[in-house]
């Protein structure tokens, strides 16, 4: 799973296409420390679904990329080099002159960082060793800052994350490490087929954990560019991590943001979750499987795992339900949102009627619809997005021998291009519906103006932006 920064981008009509896909999928971690770039993929994938965009790196969470990010195509050459070019962010340290300047002035910045590390009880021995012949990796900035044209429907990033082949090794892995996961289930009451599915989706298995050098990427961003503040800490905490001994340097590579392992653990989140599950004196996240469950369940488990819970359930909406009950914010009982007139899809009971959950609809009124429990909160710590938590939850369900959902997905929508999305806000704006500053990034304002617009001509008011309301917003 990354911890968590390149991951998925585009699926699927060929190997290269697939490899774009995943690698999208772990940036999405990366970016949701600092807004923009790639992150974009998981803010569209629900067409307004709250945007991690513009929110400040959670304390403590990962900007990775997942393992399935680092799959770029293996053409047998050496990864492109900067563009040169401004940032799409338009960040005043995201310019080509900044990242120039910056970048002339990497070996004194990494230099000033001797303090910090002194005063993490970082040897002056142990920082030259691993700060020595450090140079920039400026690609990252492009990496960063990006902004893909299109993206994924939540229906096909499923189709690329939840597949036979990667449950066929979810089930493989599940069986030969069964001491491992029977013990880190019984010290930290976290579902194992959620620790395993974390493991497939962030890295296929330790298949695709990325190859950057993580003290190169997060001495890069800590100097360079429009997050040093954040990655500051993360090069700092990377340094004590190889101090202490846990890791060798050679097992920290990962993703341009600095996630690493099987399951993407940024550096800090290394210091506030890894555990020595086997004794050795070593926190091994990368090669030692007991350290690797038992921390991974560890960070679940503090984030607010709930023993014996779900995740959430896919659920069938009634006939003219009123679309502004799907709200992250506005959670009730399932016993509520029964007499509300949902049920479960596939007619089976809710085991526990006055668990609290919020209702959440990633393809609108066309799309099945899901009750969310805390655990699916706590999977979107892990990740903040919905289309990952959602992919997370399903693929342990399958795993655990769950069906596939129950509901079909409006196969026949596309996804809108940025520059529709970009004229749908400017629409939108021009009606009176929304307030902020078009940019093609879609997040909580632009669905609530949808809402808006969608409940003035009678229509559902779903937030979802499908190309029929795009087409009407031009008033066609």
């Not at 488990?301 to 023993?307: H, I, L, M, S, V």
Request: proline share 6%.
């Amino acid at each position: 799973m990354t911890r968590r920064t390149e991951r998925l981008a585009n699926k699927r009509t060929s190997a290269v296409i697939i490899a774009a896909a995943l690698l999208l999928c772990g940036e999405a971690r990366a970016q949701s420390s600092g807004g923009g770039g790639l992150q974009n993929f998981f803010d569209n994938i629900f067409t307004g679904s709250i945007s991690k965009g513009n929110q400040t790196a959670p304390s403590g969470q990962r900007p990775g990329a997942s393992a399935q990010a680092q799959a770029t195509p293996d053409t047998g050459s050496a990864p492109p080099p900067w563009s040169g070019e401004d940032g799409a962010s338009g960040h005043p340290l995201m310019t080509a002159s900044a990242i120039r300047e910056a970048a002339a002035n990497f070996d004194q910045c990494v230099a000033s960082m001797w303090p910090d590390a002194a005063r993490r009880n970082i040897s002056q021995q142990s920082f030259q060793r691993f700060t020595a012949g450090l140079e920039p990796d400026l690609r990252i900035m492009d990496l960063m800052d990006s902004q893909p044209e299109f993206t994924k429907a939540i229906w096909d990033y499923l189709d690329i994350l939840v597949n036979d082949n990667r449950l066929a090794k979810g089930r493989e892995i599940l069986a030969k490490y069964k001491p491992q996961f029977d013990a880190a289930e019984k010290t930290y009451g976290v579902d194992r087929y959620a620790i395993a599915s974390i493991w497939g989706i962030e890295s296929n298995y330790s298949t695709m954990m990325g190859d950057r050098n993580v003290l190169q990427s997060t001495a890069t961003l800590a100097c360079i560019g429009r997050r040093q503040k954040y990655f500051k800490d993360e090069f700092l905490s990377a340094l004590e991590i190889l101090h202490h001994g846990d890791l060798r340097p050679e097992q920290m590579r990962g993703s341009w943001a600095g996630a690493f392992g099987p399951t993407q653990f940024m550096p800090t989140a290394f210091k506030r979750y890894a555990v020595d599950a086997d004794g050795d004196g070593r926190r091994d996240v990368v090669d030692n499987p007991a350290d690797l469950i038992a921390s991974t369940a560890n960070n679940l488990k503090k984030d607010g795992w709930q023993t014996g819970q779900s995740w959430g359930f896919e659920v069938v909406l009634p006939q003219g339900f009123n679309y502004m009950l799907a709200d992250r914010a506005k959670a009730m009982t399932i016993g509520q949102w029964q007499q509300l007139g949902l049920r479960r899809a596939g007619g089976e009971p809710f085991p526990q009627p006055a668990d609290k959950a919020y209702l959440l609809a990633p393809a609108g009124a066309e799309g099945p619809g899901f009750l969310m429990l805390q655990n699916f909160r706590v999977i979107m710590k892990y990740n903040p997005a919905e289309a990952y938590a959602l992919a997370i939850g399903h693929f342990a369900d399958r795993l655990r021998g769950g069906a596939p959902f129950v509901q079909p997905w409006p196969r026949q929508e596309r996804v809108l291009s940025r520059a529709e999305r970009l004229e749908l806000q400017q629409l939108l704006a021009q009606r009176g519906f929304y307030r902020g500053t078009p940019d093609g990034q879609f997040g909580g304002e632009t669905r609530e103006a949808l809402r808006g617009f969608q409940a003035s001509i009678g229509a559902p008011a779903d937030g979802f932006a499908s190309s029929d309301v795009l087409e009407r917003l031009r008033g066609r």
